[in-house]
């Protein structure tokens, strides 16, 4: 039995609906949270504008990965990446046959002639926007190529081989791979913010779905991995939310309400 003082949740396939929106009823619970003196943090590769949009009572934010940390709207930590390193990604998924996109810390910026990938962007980004070339390179947090799922794995290796010294390359999607610098991911940032707020570690539980929220739900002293999520997260964690489907951090974080802010491994998984 573990007592949370603080639950950091990614969004896409673990708190939100699979529609990619927040259940009032989650709302409602992440009301009761606070209520019991538990903070709660978003943890997303989502940017500052949309997780303010979903999450508006949001006191502190994690955003892009982890890149971009914020309190209350106002940026507190940015790790942007360097311009010859997005010039240098921009050449090289270009030589991959992967589409790049350039996450701002307002927004995503694409180039025209592709009408499905900014369409599926703006489930993710309120600011999409298309452009005919990338003429700037700074208040670049990350850069989100897309790819087909069958080559995903390949062209990860390749940015790796190139550029793993320098950035961070992982999967949130099936066809998305989200490049940031080396020191980020949502680990070392909830880390970070945990000591702002001098929170142990130990007293976080922690919820994801997908390759970007190993570091995550490492450093959490609760880290659980959704039932439907990425399967690679069983060598990271051994604790197992219900499905996403079946509104499993709902159900979790109402056993934590009901039980006090006292976390046990959920019921029925």
């Known amino acids: 039995m573990t007592q949370i003082k603080l639950v950091a949740s990614d969004l896409d396939h673990t708190l939100l ?4 929106t927040l259940a009032e009823a989650t709302v409602s619970l992440l009301q009761q949270l606070a209520t019991i003196g538990i903070d709660f943090v978003p943890v997303s590769g989502r940017d500052l504008p949309t997780l303010l949009a979903l999450l508006p009572g949001a006191d502190w934010v994690i955003a892009h990965n982890g890149a971009v940390v914020a309190r209350r709207g106002r940026v507190i930590q940015a790790r942007l990446l360097a311009k010859d390193t997005v010039k240098a990604l921009i050449k090289q998924a270009d030589a991959l046959g992967a589409l790049p996109v350039l996450c701002r810390l307002n ?4 180039l025209t002639g592709h009408a499905k990938a900014a369409a599926q962007l703006r489930h993710f980004f309120m600011r999409v926007t298309e452009v005919s070339a990338f ?3 700074d208040d670049v947090a990350k850069v989100t190529l897309l ?4 080559r995903l794995a390949a062209v990860q290796a390749a940015i790796t081989a190139q ?14 791979l989200g490049i940031t610098d080396a020191r980020v991911n949502k680990g070392s940032a909830l880390t970070a913010l945990c000591q702002r707020l001098q929170v142990p570690l130990a007293q976080v539980l922690a919820f ?16 659980l991995r959704m039932a439907d999520g990425d399967p690679a997260l069983a060598g990271v964690t051994t604790l197992v939310a219900p499905p996403n489907v079946e509104k499993g951090v709902d159900r979790v974080l109402k056993q934590l309400i009901d039980d006090h802010g006292t976390f046990s491994q959920p019921k029925g998984v």
Do not use: H, Y
């Open 135 to 137: 003429t700037r390179l």
């Open 163 to 176: 550029f793993g010294a320098i950035l961070q390359v992982t999967a949130g999607e099936a066809d998305a």
């Open 147 to 150: 790819v087909s799922p069958s």
């Open 107 to 110: 927004g995503a910026e694409l």
């Open 208 to 223: 994801g779905d997908a390759q970007n929220d190993a570091p995550m739900l490492k450093v959490a002293g609760c880290g």
């Open 17 to 20: 609906r699979p529609s990619g």
